[in-house]
């Protein structure tokens, strides 16, 4: 799927002006793409491999992260570790916070 955009004028920086003779002209740029977060990026481990290893130990987020290094390296998997734990969601389509 793309955005459509119509243009008149183009302007090519460096590469002088470029002026459209037939207007209107479509530029087409893609849109982003939903995010999917699945895994530890440090450690490298998908949520779905933590969660069973979880439940089978009965840890809390503190142990499982003491048992893999997930989330004990720059962070940003704490958040979804921890809704993983409560949820037994191991896809997250939303940016989660400490606080949030």
């Known amino acids: 799927m793309a955005v459509c955009q119509y243009v008149t004028d183009i302007r090519m920086g460096d590469m002088g002006d470029v002026r459209t003779t037939s207007p209107p002209y479509r530029l087409?740029?893609?849109?982003?793409?939903?995010?999917?977060?699945?895994?530890?990026?440090?450690?490298?481990?998908e949520f779905?491999?933590?969660?069973?290893?979880?439940?089978?130990?009965n840890w809390d987020l503190a142990a499982l992260m003491e048992h893999t290094g997930c989330g004990a390296q720059c962070g940003l998997c704490r958040p979804y570790l921890r809704r993983m734990l409560k949820t037994g969601r191991?896809?997250?389509?939303?940016i989660i916070t400490e606080n949030g």
């Open 28 to 45: 087409f740029s893609p849109m982003p793409s939903p995010i999917s977060i699945t895994r530890c990026i440090c450690q490298g481990r």
């Open 48 to 57: 779905a491999d933590l969660l069973p290893l979880a439940r089978q130990h």
């Open 90 to 94: 191991t896809e997250f389509n939303e």
